[in-house]
Each structure stands twice: as structure tokens, then as C-alpha cells.
């Protein structure tokens, strides 16, 4: 390579630089003015005594066909309000497991049912017979047969 090529390459690499560099300080300022609107917005709606909400509810039909208008982009908002609703509706379809009232604890130990005479031992988990003494005469009562 000689030098005259080389330099031909650092002016077209120094133009597209150059280019770049103009679309981003662009970009910036588009930015900017967006964020200054929304400030605009939002401080108009306080002097107003409004919300937001109100704002998009008024706005609802432009929304939707500024959505629809967007529908053919890859990586539009269509696509990313299709991908999030199609999660919504399979995590709502799922059956949410119902909460159980926690059962009452008993310590471990051996009860006995002054009643009946009839004993019951509990280990780790309660057997049936102290379940059912729970149930029919109070858990208070049943902490006190305790051995």
C-alpha cells in the first residue's frame, strides 16, 4: 500500500466518523426535546389538576393505531406487546395453588384423651386421632393431655 491510498481510507474513515458523530449528537437532542415534552406534560397536568391517566385515556385511539401502524417492525412495539400479553395470559392460566390455614402445633410427645383413655404419640407429623381431638375439643384442651 502506498501512502495516497492510505490516506484516501483516513479521510473516508474521518468522513463517516464525522457523519456518525452528527447522528448521534442528533439523536441527543431528539432526546432532549422528548424529555422535555414529557416534563412539559407532566408539569401541565399538576397546573391543571390532572393525571396522566387522563392523558392517555384521551390519547387511546391515536395509541392504538400509532401500535398498529408499527405492527410490521421486527423489533416494534407491536411485537413487544404481543410477546408480553401471550406471557400474561399463559401466567393467568396457570392454577394458583389455594392457601391452606396452617394446621395447629402440637409439641412432640405422648397425649392421652382423659376422656376415652386412648393414647396418641406424636413425632414429626400428627396423627389422625390428635388431629381429630383438636378439632372436637380445642387446642388449648389438647396441649393440656400432654405426658
Not at 15 to 40: F, G, N
Not at 54 to 74: A, G, H
Not at 78 to 98: C, D, F, M, N, P
Request: aromatic share 6%.
Amino acid at each position: 500500500m502506498n501512502t495516497s491510498s492510505i490516506d484516501k481510507k483516513l479521510e473516508l474513515y474521518r468522513s463517516e466518523l464525522q457523519r456518525l458523530q452528527e447522528a448521534k449528537h442528533a439523536l441527543e437532542q431528539k432526546e432532549a426535546s422528548a424529555q422535555q415534552v414529557i416534563a412539559d406534560l407532566e408539569a401541565a397536568c399538576a397546573a391543571n389538576d390532572m393525571k396522566l391517566d387522563d392523558v392517555f385515556r384521551r390519547l387511546e385511539k391515536k395509541i392504538e393505531r400509532w401500535i398498529k401502524s408499527r405492527s410490521q417492525d421486527e423489533e416494534g412495539i407491536h411485537q413487544h406487546l404481543k410477546s408480553y400479553y401471550a406471557r400474561v395470559i399463559s401466567e393467568g392460566a396457570r392454577e394458583t395453588k389455594r392457601a391452606r390455614k396452617p394446621e395447629p402445633k402440637l409439641q412432640t410427645g405422648t397425649y392421652v384423651n382423659p376422656y376415652t383413655q386412648e393414647t396418641a404419640e406424636k413425632r414429626t407429623r400428627t396423627p389422625a386421632a390428635l388431629t381429630e381431638w383438636v378439632s372436637v375439643y380445642g387446642l388449648g384442651t389438647v396441649e393440656t393431655w400432654r405426658r
